[in-house]
């Protein structure tokens, strides 16, 4: 399974664009990368998921890397409430064999006024 | 509107009294899993089911078992509950294995 590095925290204000990048320097040929926001005392949230090049949705945008060693999660102006934790996954979704996904530390994302 | 529900969401439990956390699906997804998180950590698999086929990470202690006795339902057994047993109990679904989980709120558990 490959293995996931995020910064610990970071902190930015309200109406910043905040870009969190998780290295994966032994992501496989299958895997998808997949990120998730975590609220205290909540479930994880799936936020949205990519393999290569560009993805966006309503929340966010995911930036990969040809190489795919690594990949950027870009909030674009947060808000108070983006304020939780962030977690990037690394797995093959639907793949052969035992593909479940790890969480690694997470990102603590502290928004202030 | 509510899609993976676990119920408890706070369940108090006294040391070694066996205790039951139970999850349900709306999803209709093949699988199925229980992580455990305890305080400002990540959550860490303890197994899932992908369909009727139970699949346990090497490091989850025999203290924890599971039953899926539909595809709706799955439940958390905890046989001998410890203090250090005190944690956020997370069930989540897929459609696929490793595709993108939809996570219920948790069920927070206390030992006493």
């Known amino acids: 399974l490959a293995k996931t590095t995020q910064p610990i925290s970071m902190d930015s204000y309200e109406g910043q664009e905040v870009n969190i990048t998780c290295s994966h320097n032994?992501?496989?040929?299958?895997?998808?990368i997949t990120w998730y926001q975590q609220f205290p005392s909540q479930g994880p949230r799936f936020i949205i998921q990519?393999?290569?090049t560009k993805v966006t949705n309503e929340v966010a945008s995911l930036f990969i890397p040809a190489d795919r060693k690594s990949s950027t999660l870009s909030l674009p102006r947060v808000s108070l409430s983006d304020t939780a934790v962030y977690y990037c996954?690394?797995?093959?979704?639907?793949?052969?064999?035992?593909?479940?996904?790890?969480f690694g530390k997470g990102t603590m994302l502290l928004v202030s006024p | 509107d509510a899609m993976v529900i676990q119920n408890p969401r706070y369940q108090v439990t006294q040391f070694g009294k066996p205790v039951t956390l139970s999850c349900s699906q709306t999803?209709?997804?093949?699988?199925m899993y229980w992580y455990q998180q305890k305080s400002s950590q990540a959550p860490k698999l303890l197994f899932h089911y992908y369909d009727k086929d139970f699949n346990n990470e090497a490091d989850t202690p025999d203290n924890f078992q599971s039953r899926r006795p539909n595809t709706s339902f799955c439940f958390l057994d905890i046989r001998s509950p410890g203090l250090g047993d005190a944690a956020m109990y997370l069930c989540a679904t897929s459609r696929v294995l490793g595709g993108g989980y939809t996570f219920g709120s948790g069920t927070r558990l206390t030992v006493v």
């Open positions: 990519g393999y290569k």
């Open positions: 032994n992501i496989a040929t299958n895997d998808y």
């Open positions: 996954l690394v797995g093959a979704p639907g793949g052969s064999g035992y593909s479940t996904l790890t």
């Open positions: 999803l209709n997804h093949n699988v």
